[in-house]
């Protein structure tokens, strides 16, 4: 037996006692993202505040949030959901266009957010299914900002909704490094070379992130944890070659990292999703 064998089957004597259930702690939304639960029930949580959605809700997840959760499959043979993501690009041609729509004026009583009005349930019809498959669909950015802005169009909380993507639409300076690293993920990225690429002392990168609650450390962890995830999904590459891609040589080593960040290893979260 391989010692990343090993590994994983250790982790697996620790997995929930059902099949249908998984708890996933860590995710970070990096980007806005529409889900389909269409085989599950899910609980989502952060230290302070649950929220719960059933079996046929869509669910709209603000970008940047970091929360927890807990899935219910429904039927064990399926994939328990479906999502599409909104990347930055889309979301600029979205923003420009519900301006264009709907205009924009800052309540003041969205200055304080709650939960659920980061991540937005909706219960929904055979049109709205429709309508979501239309947006994982599409071929390019502006067909998708425009099949995202008449899904919103037709939901009665479509204020709360806009609200919400003109935060996501929102750029901070961790977003410009998050950017760079992204290009090569792969890299042995140090703080100095950051410092190098924006002109700037290591000091004022770290301040930076201070005032944005993170550290550069953590900055690349997340990075390297959600771009695991992407690939594994995307059930094109071995762990070892996802270890690669991501800036960690050893497997073994990754499958530690994977499951003490998200509290499953990469073997159960692939079979949970079944991803073959």
Avoid at 43 to 62: A, H
Avoid at 193 to 203: G, T
Avoid at 228 to 247: D, P, R, V
Wanted: proline share 1%; charged share 25%.
């Amino acid at each position: 037996m391989s010692e990343v064998d090993s590994i994983e089957r250790s982790g697996e004597s620790n997995a929930c006692s059902s099949s249908l259930v998984i708890k996933i702690k860590n995710i970070v939304a990096h980007k806005h993202l529409i889900v389909y639960i269409n085989m599950c029930d899910i609980v989502i949580y952060t230290n302070e505040e649950c929220l719960s959605f059933k079996k046929g809700d869509l669910i709209f997840i603000e970008r940047g949030l970091r929360f927890n959760c807990e899935i219910k499959k429904h039927n064990k043979e399926s994939p328990p959901l479906q999502f599409a993501d909104i990347d930055g690009v889309t979301l600029k041609y979205l923003k420009d266009m519900i301006h264009t729509l709907y205009g924009y004026k800052l309540d003041e009583k969205q200055l304080s957010r709650c939960l659920a009005d980061k991540i937005i349930g909706v219960n929904t019809n055979e049109y709205y299914v429709r309508l979501f498959n239309l947006i994982c669909n599409a071929s390019d950015n502006i067909t998708k900002a425009i099949k995202v802005a008449y899904l919103i169009s037709k939901l009665e909380v479509r204020d709360k909704l806009i609200f919400s993507l003109n935060i996501s639409a929102a750029t901070v300076f961790s977003d410009k490094i998050r950017n760079l690293i992204l290009e090569d993920l792969s890299r042995k990225w140090r703080l100095s070379l950051i410092a190098d690429k924006f002109n700037v002392s290591e000091v004022t990168i770290r301040k930076r992130l201070e005032s944005e609650n993170t550290s550069f450390n953590n900055l690349i962890l997340d990075l390297r944890m959600n771009k695991a995830l992407q690939l594994l999904h995307e059930n094109e590459k071995q762990i070892h070659q996802i270890s690669k891609l991501i800036g960690i040589s050893n497997p073994s080593y990754f499958i530690k990292i994977f499951k003490d960040y998200f509290g499953v290893t990469p073997k159960q979260y692939m079979l949970y999703f079944r991803i073959k």
